[in-house]
Each structure stands twice: as C-alpha cells, then as structure tokens.
C-alpha cells in the first residue's frame, strides 16, 4: 500500500513544475595577503601539492613540430626547481594553442 501511495505522488509531481523562488545571497568579500612562491618555505611546502598554471604556449615549427623558441619554458625552470628543492609535489597544467 506504502509503494501504492508513493507512486501516485511520484505521478502528480511529475506532471507539475514548481517555481522556485530567487535566491539572494550576501556578496562574499575575501581579503588575503598576496603571497608568491618565494615567501613560501620548505615548511609551508614539505609535502604539499601545490597546483602550478603556467603559459607554455611556444612557437613550433609547423611542418616537423619542433619547439623553435623555448623562452617560457625556461622561465617556469626556477619556479619549479624552487618548489621540488622544497619537499613540493607539483602538479602542472598549461594548454597549447594550436594555429
């Protein structure tokens, strides 16, 4: 009977849709200190994962798809050399444009 009643309800509610009112929410407002990688010590970093987004976008060559300029490569070096020196585990994410 319990089944019985629940399917009949499942049924008119089916055939419903409900407004919902409009949610109003306070604005959120966080203020922190801005830090870089070089404040942080092999205390803040032994162990941690720390999430690296760096622009890796490089000319290539277009007929064998060799790097031709790896400038921004070589300036992510430091960064990560810095986090690895310090107990970090990195996790790095970048994306490629392809013309």
């Known amino acids: 009977m319990m089944m019985m ?4 309800m499942a049924q008119q509610v089916a055939g419903r849709r409900f407004a919902r009112p409009a949610l109003r929410r306070a604005p959120v407002s966080v203020k922190a200190a801005k830090m870089s990688v070089g404040d942080m010590g092999k205390a803040d ?5 720390v999430l690296v987004r760096s622009d890796l976008n490089v000319p290539m060559d277009k007929a064998s ?9 070589r ?3 430091p960064t ?13 994410t970048s994306h490629l444009v392809r013309v």
């Open 45 to 49: 970093l032994e162990g941690k994962v």
């Open 65 to 73: 798809g060799a790097i031709t300029d790896d400038t921004r490569i």
């Open 80 to 92: 990560l050399k810095y986090l690895s020196d310090n107990g970090a585990k990195i996790l790095l």
């Open 75 to 77: 300036a992510a070096c």
């Open 5 to 8: 009643q629940r399917n009949q």
